[in-house]
């Protein structure tokens, strides 16, 4: 069975310092994909990055980075310069095929991880 | 630009009332899907649909129902309410195929008293 564990429940940080979330994954795929979605305090989930197994590039978009490192099973998430608006839980997932014909995909989500950034 | 819509967006049940949560998408994607959100437990999977026609089961079926007539709808039956199913319903769509991006909506809060 798939898994994703975010150890960090909570974190705090003041503006601008830089904060990285944690995501640990177990899956018996071999091609398998990872995201990281952001649900902010109104409660909508917004897709981030899209990660495939086959690609260990590290990503950057703007002040947001990810680490992806198949040997650890790892896919974290830098903050950089951190900003109040960045105050939202972030959760990470992993996906799994569903239905015949592999015709679907699941999400198997961590338990997310709560940033405050404060003034 | 709709993307995936669902309503109500908030709503509260006595126990053994029934209820259906809509769900449309306009991007035409054949794979919809619901799930619920609880403190400290992520997402989980209801039920999925793969197109019209054609549903299944995901992680937490019991006590909901669903169907797909059409490819923009995805409505989700709760059949007879309990407190166990208070929680953050999400709606999701994506193309078909494994890995594609999911989009969800925007979030149905309910509450059963």
């Known amino acids: 069975a798939q898994k994703v564990t975010q150890a960090q429940t909570e974190i705090s940080v003041v503006e601008k310092e830089d904060v990285t979330l944690d995501c640990v994954y177990e899956t018996r795929d071999t091609t398998y994909y990872l995201f990281w979605y952001k649900q902010p305090p109104s409660g909508e989930l917004g897709f981030l990055i899209r990660?495939?197994?086959?690609?260990?590039q590290n990503e950057i978009s703007g002040r947001y980075s990810w680490n992806f490192q198949k040997s650890t099973s790892s896919f974290n998430f830098t903050i950089t310069a951190s900003q109040v608006v960045d105050s939202a839980v972030y959760f990470c997932a992993l996906s799994e095929a569903v239905g015949k014909e592999t015709s679907g995909s699941r999400l198997t989500f961590g338990e997310g991880t709560q940033l405050t950034v404060n003034p | 630009n709709a993307g995936v819509t669902q309503t109500p967006k908030f709503q509260v049940l006595k126990t053994g009332q029934s209820m259906t949560l809509q769900c449309a998408q306009d991007?035409?994607?054949?794979?919809m899907s619901w799930y619920r959100q609880d403190p400290g437990m992520g997402l989980r999977l209801i039920h999925y649909?793969?197109?019209?026609?054609?549903?299944d089961q995901g992680e937490v079926p019991n006590g909901y129902n669903v169907s797909r007539s059409t490819t923009e709808d995805f409505p989700l039956r709760l059949l007879s309410a309990a407190p166990s199913q208070t929680s953050v319903y999400f709606c999701?769509?994506?193309?078909?195929?494994?890995?594609?991006?999911?989009?969800f909506g925007e979030g149905s809060w309910l509450t059963v008293v």
């Open positions: 999701a769509s994506s193309y078909s195929g494994v890995g594609n991006t999911i989009y």
């Open positions: 991007m035409n994607h054949e794979y």
């Open positions: 990660r495939n197994s086959f690609d260990e």
């Open positions: 649909s793969v197109g019209a026609g054609i549903t």
